[in-house]
């Protein structure tokens, strides 16, 4: 079986898209261990594939283009949506660039699933026409959490399993050094952006650490989203802040995913703004605390039992909410307990994954 993995990889510095690059894999090929993958994403453009809507339509009008030869050569177009661009909240050219190439595998005659991931928002009409086109036109949908899985079924195709993130079909880590908190700052939210106020999000990070700093605890910083030409690296936040503080922290820029869940699953809690960087934590059994921006984190989340789920809103009572989730009872207890929930959740699609021979 020749699987097409889209909008995921080895190679994005966004260790949250790597990571369900390799829960994709790790996950089909225990169905399939004959099956051969080949990956999509905007770091990895095969030739036959252009992230312009217009060029796309222009190639699937021309056959001498090879696109939708390509496409074919395929048995499964397996969707990640890079987890959480099934939806408009980054703008209507990368929903439709999408939704085009998943229409055009389908009109070639492949099999589409969505994989686990969210489900909206779509804030409007045409954006909505084409989640519906595009939840129609799959053989499988997968929810990641409930609300999801109720946008689905708002569009007239309900989900065929709700389940939980790909992260969580990934063998856990081997031993690493031990670290105490670990701290993912999100290059997203340090500057300005859509999502918060940036300025209250800074002042939130710098009260977190004046407040483990005054529990005695140490911190790493951590970034999830590697260097890169994207503004919404992780790296330059997390260099500001260590030189905020003259070097006191241990800046850990890791190299792969296997060194960033290594260092995560080393760690006492993990306190995180992006969202990845929670779930590779929690899948490995460590505590995570998420900042969260969006609607993708509550319920996700949730569905694992694990609550500490901290909405970024002023930096006093974001920060507030923060340490008081740190310094809870029975973290490491409800992580392994959430660990194991997602598994299970995981678990549960192996059969559908199986038939999908």
């Known amino acids: 079986m020749r699987v097409l993995i889209a909008w995921a990889d080895d190679v994005s510095p966004n260790l949250g898209v790597r990571a369900l690059g390799r829960g ?34 222009r190639r699937r009008a021309l056959r001498s283009s090879g696109m939708m030869d390509w496409l074919a050569s395929f048995d499964l177009f397996w969707d990640t949506r890079s987890g959480d661009s099934f939806a408009d909240i980054y703008g209507l050219d990368r929903h439709l660039t999408m939704s085009l190439i998943h229409e055009f595998a389908a009109q070639a005659g492949v099999r589409c699933v969505m994989a686990p991931q969210t489900i909206g928002p779509f804030a409007t009409r045409r954006a909505a026409w084409l989640a519906t086109r595009t939840l ?68 939130s990070v710098r009260l977190v650490i004046e407040g483990v700093r005054a529990d005695g605890r140490s911190i790493t910083l951590m970034p999830h989203v590697l260097d890169s030409s994207s503004p919404d690296s992780d790296l330059a936040a997390a260099r500001a802040i260590h030189a905020d503080y003259d070097g006191e922290f241990e800046l850990f820029e890791p190299e792969s995913l296997d060194a960033a869940r290594g260092a995560l699953a080393a760690a ?76 299970a959740r995981i678990d549960r699609l192996r059969s559908s994954v199986g038939a999908l021979a």
Not at 167 to 182: H, K, N, S
Request: overall charge negative; hydrophobic content about 45%; aromatic content about 6%.
């Open 268 to 343: 006492q809690v993990v306190v995180g703004a992006r969202m990845h960087a929670c779930l590779n934590a929690l899948s490995t059994g460590t505590p995570a605390v998420a900042m969260a921006y969006s609607r993708k984190f509550r319920p996700l989340l949730a569905e694992l039992g694990w609550d500490d789920v901290v909405e970024v809103r002023d930096a006093s009572s974001t920060s507030s909410a923060v340490l008081s989730a740190i310094r809870s009872p029975r973290l490491a207890e409800r992580a392994r307990d959430a660990q194991a929930e997602g598994r």
């Open 136 to 203: 129609k036109r799959s053989h499988l949908v997968f929810a990641r959490d409930p609300r999801s899985a109720e946008a689905a079924a708002a569009l007239g195709r309900p989900v065929d399993a709700l389940t939980t993130d790909l992260v969580f079909a990934i063998a856990p880590p081997g031993p690493d050094a031990p670290r105490d908190v670990v701290l993912n700052v999100s290059g997203l939210l340090w500057e300005p952006n859509p999502h918060v106020d940036y300025e209250e999000y800074r002042r």
């Open 24 to 57: 994709s894999i790790d996950l089909l090929s225990a169905a399939h261990p004959d099956a051969e993958f080949e990956v999509m994403n905007y770091g990895s453009r095969p030739a036959a594939i252009d992230w312009s809507p217009r060029t796309l339509l």
